[in-house]
């Protein structure tokens, strides 16, 4: 076959790119290789050395002795002072058991002293109004000077004359003002000689009373001239019921308690007419009676 002439000979694949060596990147240099110093030991350095650490090793185990030591006496010490603590402690709490015991006999003797303080004031106070039993006291009487028993005893007899009671001198066992500062309307104490003759004296000065509101007891019905002053007869009082009695009228105020009065030496308080009277004992009921 004949080849045309216009045709030139195929060359190789145009389209590939022709492969051409890499070019060496101008940043990459390069390192040129480090030669090792030379090093040589000898057996005297190294006996040198090894004589160095072992004394670095004895003058640390040297000064670690020395603080272990000085810590094996600090704990030491610790543990001594700790025994001595807890020998504190022990003989502390021994006597803390004690007082405890002593405290609770205390208390209990304290009990006993106080029922028996108790007892003894109920017996006083028994004795004290057994003695008075047959007394009466007249308070807002007018004392004179160089005042005589026949003089206070006549002003009684007019008293109970005017009241339409038959009182004689013989009923009178004793009669007196009782002491304190002068010129003072000091109370008159009269001992009668039965409970009863003292029990009608009182009734006949409560009817008086209330048949008379206009014209209460006064010195008047003592045969006394003069302005007419208001005059009170009761029972002769100890100190404790006198003060009992004090703290209940403030009660029967406080709760409007109706009536409080004293019989045969004995406090007594009712709320409303025709309710059952209550007999005040001490001050602790009528505490509870005013916390109700």
């Given at each position: 076959m004949m080849r045309s002439p216009n045709k030139a000979a195929?060359?190789?694949?145009?389209?590939?790119?022709?492969?051409?060596?890499?070019?060496?990147?101008?940043?990459?240099?390069?390192?040129?290789?480090?030669?090792?110093?030379?090093?040589?030991?000898?057996?005297?350095?190294?006996?040198?050395?090894?004589?160095?650490i072992k004394q670095m090793l004895s003058s640390w185990n040297t000064e670690q002795d020395k603080k272990l030591k000085k810590m094996e006496n600090s704990l030491l010490l610790i543990q001594n002072a700790t025994n001595d603590c807890e020998k504190s402690l022990q003989f502390i709490s021994q006597q803390y058991e004690d007082m405890r015991n002593n405290i609770r006999q205390l208390e209990q003797q304290c009990k006993n002293n106080c029922l028996t303080i108790s007892s003894l004031e109920g017996k006083l106070e028994d004795l004290q109004l057994n003695t008075k039993k047959n007394n009466l006291e007249i308070r807002n009487l007018p004392s004179q000077e160089k005042?005589?028993?026949?003089?206070?005893?006549?002003?009684?007899?007019?008293?109970?004359?005017?009241?339409?009671?038959?009182?004689?001198?013989?009923?009178?066992?004793?009669?007196?003002?009782?002491?304190?500062?002068?010129?003072?309307?000091?109370?008159?104490?009269?001992?009668?000689?039965?409970?009863?003759?003292?029990?009608?004296?009182?009734?006949?000065?409560?009817?008086h009373n209330n048949s008379n509101p206009s014209q209460k007891l006064n010195t008047a019905h003592f045969g006394i001239s003069g302005t007419a002053n208001a005059v009170y007869?009761?029972?002769?009082?100890?100190?404790?019921?006198?003060?009992?009695?004090?703290?209940?009228?403030?009660?029967?105020?406080?709760?409007?308690?109706?009536?409080?009065?004293?019989?045969?030496?004995?406090?007594?308080?009712?709320?409303?007419?025709?309710?059952?009277?209550?007999?005040?004992?001490?001050?602790?009921?009528?505490?509870?009676?005013?916390?109700?």
């Open positions: 195929s060359d190789s694949d145009l389209s590939k790119p022709e492969t051409q060596p890499l070019a060496q990147p101008t940043y990459v240099t390069s390192r040129p290789k480090r030669k090792h110093d030379d090093i040589s030991i000898t057996k005297d350095d190294f006996l040198a050395f090894k004589n160095e005042e005589s028993t026949a003089e206070l005893i006549q002003m009684m007899l007019t008293l109970t004359s005017g009241l339409n009671h038959g009182l004689q001198p013989s009923d009178i066992r004793h009669i007196y003002r009782v002491p304190g500062k002068k010129g003072t309307n000091r109370p008159i104490i009269m001992e009668l000689n039965t409970i009863a003759a003292k029990q009608d004296i009182l009734n006949s000065v409560r009817r007869i009761g029972e002769d009082l100890t100190s404790s019921t006198r003060k009992l009695f004090y703290l209940a009228r403030e009660l029967c105020k406080e709760k409007q308690y109706k009536f409080c009065w004293i019989a045969h030496g004995k406090v007594l308080i009712r709320k409303i007419e025709g309710q059952s009277a209550v007999l005040i004992k001490n001050e602790a009921q009528i505490e509870k009676l005013r916390q109700e």
